[in-house]
């Protein structure tokens, strides 16, 4: 089969066009290129302390509509290495969204479920997708409406510290309230 010259330049072009539109800025959670934004020099395991004070967020969040007024401060819940189970810890902060989402029942959250970079791609994708489930689960036995949560997974692509430290990892693990 015969291809003209502007055939072959055509599909080189829009090959470029799709690899552009697929390529990855890289950069953290909220969208700077900070590496180490939120690190909190924690000693041994993570604490929820040291963890609060590096979350992940901004004021503004994404809310639309002025609804940030009531938006529980603290919007990351951290996991233990290789596990989807939510500590007791995080129970109060899982409990003050629940309200704020049924009190406000035109909000919605997206819930990010993350992980550290240890494992394979797949596995990490679906750990941080186990996470997040968790998550809305918790809040639909809380009484938040299915239709306000929405699940999404970023396995280890979008790290909050970059590193290979146990606190790195341990901040890294991770589920993300977006509101």
Do not use: W
Request: aromatic residues 6%.
């Amino acid at each position: 089969m015969h291809v003209t010259p502007y055939a072959k330049h055509l599909a080189v072009a829009v090959s470029l066009v799709i690899m552009a539109g697929c390529s990855s800025t890289g950069g953290t959670q909220d969208g700077s290129m900070a590496g180490s934004e939120g690190a909190a020099g924690t000693s041994g395991g993570a604490s929820s302390q040291g963890m609060n004070a590096g979350q992940v967020g901004s004021s503004s969040m994404g809310m639309r509509d002025g609804q940030q007024d009531g938006i529980p401060q603290v919007r990351t819940i951290y996991f233990d290495y290789d596990r989807d189970t939510i500590r007791s810890e995080f129970e109060p902060v899982m409990a003050a969204h629940a309200q704020f989402l049924r009190s406000h029942p035109n909000a919605n959250v997206v819930l990010q479920g993350h992980t550290d970079e240890r494992g394979t791609r797949e596995y990490n994708l679906a750990l941080g997708e186990r996470r997040a489930n968790a998550v809305q689960r918790f809040l639909m036995v809380q009484g938040v409406s299915p239709s306000q949560l929405e699940v999404v997974s970023y396995g280890e692509e979008r790290p909050a510290v970059r590193g290979s430290s146990e606190d790195s990892y341990a901040q890294n693990r991770r589920v993300v309230f977006d509101y």
